[in-house]
């Protein structure tokens, strides 16, 4: 079955730099790929997905792209700011959504002011 | 409002002693799944379903029981439950067919400990 290593498992970056987390996955026929936020306490709650017929894809200040050859895929965020201190989840499918998602470790990223 | 509860969000309970974890969902999703979420470990599928009576294991089901007799409704059985059952549980739902847009809508999570 899918396998999706993430790294790193915690990232510390001041406030205004970027920040990137990876993932590779293992299953070739993986075509959706979501990034999933997870504040303290809270449930985790979508922020960005691509599909496999797309490159790169961006919604303000986060951004993400895919390498379908590698097979890997990559969360971008620029101008971080102290509300973007979360854990962090990728996920790959082979379904096209939400069905049979398999999720990363997660990052703990922290912003530091 | 949209949303997905699960009951209870905390539960401390002893082995061996059967407990349910109830999960509603009031937004017509044809698919639910549960979930652990445990440090390092990442969020991992117990069971999934696809439509009322159809269900199917995850990567992590041993132990588990589920439910779909009714649309809204995906309840997580603990048959007879084990300290490495210790965890946060999330259900999750999803539209599927032309309306589906591969978001997964999480309850708040229940945390569970079996001592």
């Known amino acids: 079955g899918e396998n999706v290593e993430q790294h790193p498992s915690t990232l510390s970056v001041q406030e205004g730099d970027s920040a990137v987390i990876k993932c590779t996955y293992s299953?070739?026929?993986?075509?959706?790929f979501p990034w999933y936020k997870q504040e303290l306490g809270k449930r985790p709650q979508l922020i960005i997905d691509i599909r496999s017929n797309v490159g790169e894809k961006k919604d303000q200040r986060i951004a993400v792209t895919l390498n379908k050859t590698a097979k890997h895929f990559s969360l971008h965020i620029t101008e971080t700011q102290p509300e973007d201190s979360a854990v962090y989840f990728c996920?790959?499918?082979?379904?096209?959504?939400?069905?049979?998602?398999?999720f990363g470790q997660g990052t703990r990223l922290t912003i530091n002011p | 409002e949209a949303q997905v509860t699960q009951n209870p969000r905390y539960l401390i309970t002893v082995t061996g002693k059967k407990l349910t974890v109830t999960c509603s969902q009031n937004?017509?999703?044809?698919?639910m799944s549960w979930y652990r979420q445990d440090p390092g470990l990442g969020l991992r599928q117990i069971y999934y379903s696809m439509n009322v009576e159809v269900t199917d294991k995850g990567d992590v089901p041993e132990g588990y029981k589920v439910s779909r007799k009714e649309k809204r409704n995906f309840p997580l059985i603990l048959e007879s439950p084990s300290p490495n059952q210790t965890s946060l549980y999330f259900c999750?739902?999803?539209?599927?067919?032309?309306?589906?847009?591969?978001?997964?809508?999480f309850g708040e999570g229940s945390r569970l400990t079996v001592l």
């Open positions: 996920a790959a499918s082979t379904r096209g959504g939400a069905q049979k998602l398999v």
């Open positions: 299953d070739s026929a993986s075509n959706y």
């Open positions: 937004m017509n999703h044809e698919y």
């Open positions: 999750a739902s999803s539209s599927r067919g032309r309306q589906n847009t591969g978001e997964l809508f």
